[in-house]
């Protein structure tokens, strides 16, 4: 999808929802300003560095992941409940989703970054190298979360998502890894292509 009329059509009307009567404000903002920023950023990059139309779609869905967080607070998602009846699971993973796409897409907006700045080379390198930057940003994350529960108490549960699962933060960073791996072995060549037509034009 390129970044145009509609990708902010889909981004504002997702927003808009999002951000009426939510479940708290502060957990609405601590769960969507990544979205807010990303959607900054892409913005006053648009001309100087417009990036692959994968990796716009990509950033779309994953914001739209975190809208969803924030309007009903990821241990309340529906989707989530679904899948405990569905599945039978004993928590609401969709907080899981949200932490496979942490993953999946920023692997794949270092690996463009990669190979269009020309800061690494070699397919291998850049594979790694992309992973490695996604399990730092989810590494980060759980800090900062981290960081909000030292410093609000009770109040951040809703934000973290923990459902009483010891593991969570483990599971966060594992749910990241399979992400960047998957982005690495299903879209790589995929993003090779569009990268390809994108420096020709």
Partial sequence: MPFGPLWWL??????????WR??????????VTPALVA??????????FPLTPLLYLLILLHSIILMAGGHYTYAEVPLGQW???????????????????????????????????????GRRWQAFLSVCVALAIS???ELIEWWVALFSGQAAEAFLGTQGYVWDTQSDMFM??????????????????????????
């Fill in 10 to 19: 889909i981004f504002a009307g997702v927003l808009g929802w999002s951000a």
């Fill in 22 to 31: 939510p479940h708290d404000y502060p957990t609405w903002w601590l769960e």
């Fill in 39 to 48: 959607a900054a950023v892409l913005f006053f990059t648009r001309r100087r």
């Fill in 83 to 121: 899948w405990m009846d569905w599945f039978g699971f004993s928590r609401n993973n969709y907080d899981k989703l949200g932490h496979l796409a942490q993953g999946f897409v920023p692997a794949l907006v270092a690996r463009e970054l990669f190979i269009r700045l020309h800061i690494v080379q």
């Fill in 139 to 141: 590494a980060f994350y």
């Fill in 176 to 201: 990241a890894l399979i992400g960047a791996s998957l982005a690495m072995v299903t879209l790589a060549r995929w993003q090779d292509r569009q990268i390809a037509r994108l420096t020709r034009a």
